[in-house]
């Protein structure tokens, strides 16, 4: 699907680039799919499971160890596991990564809500606020903070992990790699690796920005 | 009126924080729990806004059930301020201090515009208003604590400990400042403190707790410090509750002595006549000047040329008690404490020894 390199290569063959601009385009577009729809879903769910964890202390040791058992798991196995079930698609590249980033988010949720000083929880007892209204209104806000952090965390892991799933053939910006690699052509590795960080560092800083914007009271 | 009758409470692990206690908050008054950590005072006043319920007995506000009301809109009707001054780190100051008007549904431009008029009411500049409170001095945030338990009105106040996490300066400003406030609104106040000072600054009344829960002593500050009721309250109040009493002394009530007060252009003569140690010298309109030691004067000469050992400190007959008395007295170098009225005009001396007779005579009645 990509055009063939010639021998004697210098690092970088720019000519090749412009000419794969529009492949590379819709790689980068897959990769951000594959990162960001994982992130999603896994904050989707641990947000619930979060809460549970907080409000029913017991419950947690064993979830923190089985979300723990999910990040320790090599994503390749996984990959392997899951192509049985969901074949070469998307999803079996995206379940792994929504289950790491349930295994960093859970533990932010938690954490985030035990931040929660305790006597600000009182005074809002006291001042007649209900558990749900609570909740909403105070405790959640001031759990942003470190919610967001571990949010920042599994965003870049992503980012870093779908070139994974070019083992199988669904890596976004990963399928650059697997084919330089191939072919012996530096050219596609290194545009690989520059995007990759690239995208890294852009979806951190507007996650940097999103929290400035949701959390003024935090800087200082 | 707040009534707790034979009100206990032990925790499920079987601690028993209060044990049968009972007395009357009055309304207008401020009544101060005081005592040992771990006394009860806490539990004792989150029974009254139902973050604690009784295992036994009852509590009132004018005569109804505080169970009989549901908590959160009980809870809307009284003011709490505690000593981290549990502000909402994530909210602005004005939002901070409307939380409660919010809560009853009022307007968000009311309710800060409300703000903003407490924020100078507390001391605080209303340019605070948009401010966070991690932006804020911890004695600022305690005033922001005060204003956001005024915010809705509430005819009842529950302060635990608002006063203790700053230092003694803004702690002493914080104190003065709230009796202002209080003397112009009349709450009904439950304060708690550890500090027995405090407590005899700001209550009303003071209900003394022990270990275990138990009331020991329920008094007036006054009849707390002239009869403690055991050891445990003396031993609490301090060995130095004598002096504490003359706070409740009025300086009015001394017998002062002018025989050794005399004009600057009196003679030596004069001031050995008066028999005294020492004597005050007056300028023309009798305001003091400074004393001068009798013995060792050379005769024949004005007082006036003689050398003055500095005033030190005077008090006021009418406004002062008779504590600020014998401190003008320790600190006089004659050991006579001079007393003035309004106009700065003396009108006469006390020796300790008056100050200790004025004591008896206020523990005679
Ligand atoms: N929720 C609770 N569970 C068990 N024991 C408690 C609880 N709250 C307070 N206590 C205990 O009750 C006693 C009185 O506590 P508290 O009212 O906080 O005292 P104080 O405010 O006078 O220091 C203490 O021994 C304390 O440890
Ligand atoms: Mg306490």
Same mark, same amino acid.
């Given at each position: 699907?990509?055009?063939?390199?010639?021998?004697?290569?210098?690092?970088?063959?720019?000519?090749?680039?412009?000419?794969?601009?529009?492949?590379?385009?819709?790689?980068?577009?897959?990769?951000?799919? %594959?990162?960001?729809?994982?992130?999603?879903?896994?904050?989707?769910?641990?947000?619930?499971?979060?809460? !549970?964890?907080?409000?029913?202390?017991?419950?947690?040791?064993?979830?923190?160890?089985?979300?723990?058992?999910?990040?320790?798991?090599?994503?390749?196995?996984?990959?392997?596991? %899951?192509?049985?079930?969901?074949?070469?698609?998307?999803?079996?590249?995206?379940?792994?990564?929504?289950?790491?980033?349930?295994?960093?988010?859970?533990?932010?949720?938690?954490?985030?809500?035990?931040?929660?000083?305790?006597?600000?929880?009182?005074?809002?007892?006291?001042?007649?606020?209900?558990?749900?209204?609570?909740?909403?209104?105070?405790?959640?806000?001031? !759990?942003?903070?470190?919610?967001?952090?571990?949010?920042?965390?599994?965003?870049?892991?992503?980012?870093?992990?779908?070139?994974?799933?070019?083992?199988?053939?669904?890596?976004? %910006?990963?399928?650059?790699?697997?084919?330089?690699?191939?072919?012996?052509?530096?050219?596609?590795?290194?545009?690989?690796?520059?995007?990759?960080?690239?995208?890294?560092?852009?979806?951190?800083?507007?996650?940097?920005?999103?929290?400035?914007?949701?959390?003024?009271?935090?800087?200082? | 009126?707040?009534?707790?009758?034979?009100?206990?409470?032990?925790?499920?692990?079987?601690?028993?924080?209060?044990?049968?206690?009972?007395?009357?908050?009055?309304?207008?008054?401020?009544? =101060?729990?005081?005592?040992?950590?771990?006394?009860?005072?806490?539990?004792?006043?989150?029974? =009254?806004?139902?973050?604690?319920?009784?295992?036994?007995?009852? =509590?009132?506000?004018?005569?109804?059930?505080?169970?009989?009301?549901?908590?959160?809109?009980?809870?809307?009707?009284?003011?709490?301020?505690?000593?981290?001054?549990?502000?909402?780190?994530?909210?602005?100051?004005?939002?901070?201090?409307?939380?409660?008007?919010?809560?009853?549904?009022?307007?968000?431009? @009311?309710?800060?515009?409300?703000?903003?008029?407490?924020?100078?009411?507390?001391?605080?500049?209303?340019?605070?208003?948009?401010?966070?409170?991690?932006?804020?001095? *911890?004695?600022?945030?305690?005033?922001?604590?005060?204003?956001?338990?005024?915010?809705?009105?509430?005819?009842?106040?529950?302060?635990?400990?608002?006063?203790?996490?700053?230092?003694?300066?803004?702690? *002493?400003?914080?104190?003065?400042?709230?009796? @202002?406030?209080?003397?112009?609104?009349?709450?009904?106040?439950?304060?708690?403190?550890?500090?027995?000072?405090?407590?005899?600054?700001?209550?009303?009344?003071?209900?003394?707790?022990?270990?275990?829960?138990?009331?020991?002593?329920?008094?007036?500050?006054?009849?707390?410090?002239?009869?403690?009721?055991?050891?445990?309250?003396?031993?609490?109040?301090?060995?130095?509750?004598?002096?504490?009493?003359?706070?409740?002394?009025?300086?009015?009530?001394?017998?002062?002595?002018?025989?050794?007060?005399?004009?600057?252009?009196?003679? /030596?003569?004069?001031?050995?006549?008066?028999?005294?140690?020492?004597?005050?010298?007056?300028?023309?309109?009798?305001?003091?000047?400074?004393?001068?030691?009798?013995?060792?004067?050379?005769?024949?000469?004005?007082?006036?040329?003689?050398?003055?050992?500095?005033?030190?400190?005077?008090?006021?007959?009418?406004?002062?008690?008779? @504590?600020?008395?014998?401190?003008?007295?320790?600190?006089?170098?004659?050991?006579?404490? =001079?007393?003035?009225?309004?106009?700065?005009? /003396?009108?006469? /001396?006390?020796?300790?020894?008056?100050?200790?007779?004025?004591?008896?005579?206020?523990?005679?009645?």
């Amino acid at each position: 699907m990509i055009a063939a390199p010639a021998d004697d290569e210098p690092l970088i063959r720019w000519d090749w680039l412009a000419r794969n601009a529009d492949d590379i385009g819709g790689m980068l577009a897959d990769h951000v799919y %594959l990162s960001v729809v994982p992130v999603v879903i896994g904050l989707v769910i641990a947000l619930p499971v979060g809460l !549970a964890c907080a409000r029913w202390r017991w419950i947690y040791p064993p979830v923190l160890a089985v979300t723990s058992l999910l990040y320790a798991l090599p994503a390749i196995a996984l990959f392997v596991v %899951l192509i049985a079930f969901t074949g070469l698609s998307h999803t079996t590249v995206m379940i792994p990564l929504a289950l790491y980033t349930l295994s960093v988010l859970v533990p932010g949720v938690v954490d985030g809500l035990r931040a929660v000083p305790d006597h600000v929880r009182q005074a809002a007892v006291a001042m007649g606020f209900g558990p749900l209204r609570r909740l909403v209104q105070v405790e959640l806000p001031i !759990a942003v903070p470190v919610v967001m952090a571990g949010l920042r965390v599994a965003t870049v892991s992503n980012i870093s992990l779908v070139s994974v799933g070019a083992l199988i053939g669904i890596g976004g %910006l990963g399928e650059l790699f697997t084919d330089g690699f191939n072919r012996d052509f530096p050219t596609p590795i290194i545009a690989g690796v520059v995007l990759t960080i690239l995208l890294a560092v852009a979806a951190d800083g507007l996650l940097i920005l999103v929290q400035r914007l949701l959390t003024p009271w935090s800087r200082q | 009126m707040i009534t707790f009758e034979g009100v206990s409470k032990r925790f499920p692990d079987g601690t028993v924080a209060l044990d049968d206690v009972s007395l009357e908050c009055a309304t207008g008054e401020i009544t =101060v729990f005081v005592g040992t950590s771990g006394g009860g005072k806490t539990t004792a006043l989150r029974t =009254v806004n139902r973050m604690v319920e009784p295992t036994s007995g009852r =509590v009132l506000i004018d005569g109804a059930d505080v169970r009989d009301r549901p908590p959160a809109e009980l809870r809307r009707g009284i003011g709490y301020v505690i000593q981290q001054a549990g502000l909402f780190p994530h909210r602005t100051i004005a939002d901070n201090i409307a939380t409660v008007p919010y809560l009853l549904g009022e307007g968000k431009k @009311r309710a800060r515009a409300r703000a903003r008029e407490l924020m100078e009411r507390v001391g605080l500049d209303p340019a605070l208003a948009g401010r966070y409170p991690a932006q804020l001095s *911890g004695g600022q945030q305690q005033r922001v604590g005060v204003a956001r338990a005024l915010a809705a009105d509430p005819p009842i106040m529950l302060m635990d400990e608002p006063f203790s996490a700053v230092d003694p300066v803004v702690r *002493g400003e914080l104190q003065a400042e709230f009796l @202002r406030l209080q003397a112009e609104l009349h709450k009904t106040i439950v304060f708690v403190t550890h500090d027995i000072d405090e407590a005899i600054k700001m209550g009303d009344r003071i209900a003394v707790f022990r270990t275990g829960g138990k009331l020991v002593q329920f008094d007036t500050p006054k009849n707390l410090l002239a009869a403690p009721a055991d050891d445990f309250v003396a031993d609490f109040i301090g060995y130095d509750r004598g002096i504490r009493r003359l706070s409740f002394v009025p300086a009015a009530e001394l017998e002062l002595d002018d025989r050794a007060v005399l004009p600057e252009n009196a003679s /030596v003569a004069e001031a050995r006549a008066t028999g005294a140690d020492w004597v005050l010298l007056t300028d023309s309109g009798r305001r003091p000047l400074g004393w001068v030691a009798v013995s060792g004067l050379a005769t024949d000469r004005s007082l006036q040329h003689m050398p003055r050992a500095p005033l030190g400190h005077t008090f006021n007959v009418r406004a002062d008690s008779a @504590r600020a008395a014998l401190d003008a007295a320790v600190l006089s170098p004659s050991g006579l404490a =001079v007393g003035v009225d309004d106009d700065g005009v /003396v009108v006469g /001396v006390a020796s300790p020894l008056d100050l200790t007779n004025a004591i008896g005579r206020e523990s005679a009645r």
